[in-house]
């Protein structure tokens, strides 16, 4: 995986995946068991779905003026000590968090968990000038040291199970390779490692959760308190901040502490939330620079329909309620976004041109579970729908579009459809099987590819009932 870039269009990556029955069931049972708690923990709040609307309306009053409110933050954060920079796209946002480095002749920096360090492909643009970048949470670093990407927003190794783990602790960490598969001597070595690295590195780089205009306050949100680490103990602090992660007021951020947690990991409250202004002399990082990445987040925004995405809190609720994911995993969608949220904003975020990418929005049974999951309602069925229409319109005409015609033009009529289904009955002969076929020929070889179909009757319902009727007299 290329940061934002799937490889391959979605349908054929997501084949290598449902056949592989250990990491559907890895991924069934992690899935099955946050949705359950997070069904518990929204349902203690009588008021949820007021809430939800209050989230909607925040954010949407946010984005209809976005340009003022990054302004707004951009004098905030200058006036408490802190450095704001402007990123076109991810090779842009690269460059400044290396020359940041390189100007404190740092070769090595530690890492708080950002998906958005995920999009620009951070490391591996680290890695080329010689600056190494440690994960230090938990799952991320499990990622890092096996040379894998994440699969999930908040879980990002939902894919690997214990014993993996134990091998690659053993392996990877200095001093370490007699570890039992016991969490806690598993999480120990880890403490171990991290915590050195924490105590000696000079930089970090972090993603933003929310900032605030007025105030020029950046917030992290996290569970184990690595992120608190990076935050307060290195000389130098690199956030870097998807543009529409900026709120007007710090009342607003009261609607979204309650909303993240319960809708990401199902807690009434997370355990670590850090706030931070610019530089405070003598406490904490003692330079603070803030990148603002537009990366195609201007383009989402121009778009009527498609703008609601940028709501978006990352809070993974919608990953874990779609049937598509629960049997593919995050590899499939071949992005640092996966599931519904990666469905859409991936494709938005590269343009529809892109031929991997507009495949996405396929990747979706319509069930509409992630838009009732949704903490800030984004009504992710209709942004997937229209999508697929972009799509569509991008590819032209095509023998899809010319087969699916056919069969619309004949099932438009009764007459027709009959006549269809007879022709269908006397060639279909050679292809069935035990009742099924199991492979068509030609273009039409791509609806047998994963299904069955079952084999036209020899009497269709509606030739049954005239021969009833007739029966009856
Ligand atoms: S689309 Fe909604 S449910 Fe999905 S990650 Fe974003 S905020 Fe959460």
Known sequence: MS???????????????????QLRANLRKVTHTIREKRLRA???VPHWEELRVLGEATKDATLANLSDRLLQLEASVKARGGQVHWARDAAEARELVARIAESHG???????????????????????????AIETDLAELIVQLSHDTPSHILVPAIHRNRAEIQALF??????????????????????????????????????????????????VVESEGNGRMCLTLPEVLVSVMGIEKVLERWEDLAVFMELLPRSSTAERMNPYTSFWSGVTPGDGPQEFHLILLDNGRTDVLADATGRQTLRCIRCSACLNVCPVYERTGGHAYGSVYPGPIGAILTPQLLGMADKNANTLPGASSLCGACFDACPVRINIPQVLIYLRGEANEEKGVTAEALAMGAVGYAMSSGWRFEGALKLARAGQGPLVRGGEITALPGLLGGWTQSRDLKAVPPQSFREWWRQREGADG
Do not use: W
């Not at 940061?3 to 029955?21: C, T, W």
């Not at 390779?177 to 780089?205: I, Q």
């Open 170 to 219: 053993n392996r990877e960490l200095p001093g370490e390779g007699n570890l039992s598969d016991a969490p806690a001597e598993l999480a120990g070595a880890a403490r171990r490692y991290l915590r050195h690295k924490f105590l000696t590195t000079k930089m970090a780089v972090s993603g933003v959760n929310f900032a605030v205009a007025e105030t020029g306050t950046v917030c």
């Open 42 to 44: 929204v349902g203690e």
């Open 3 to 21: 940061g934002l870039h799937p490889p391959k269009p979605f349908p054929e990556a997501a084949r290598d995946k449902v056949s592989q029955p």
């Open 106 to 132: 740092v070769d090595e920096l530690i890492k708080v968990k950002s998906i958005t360090s995920d999009e620009i492909e951070l490391n591996a643009g680290l890695a080329e000038r010689g600056i190494h």
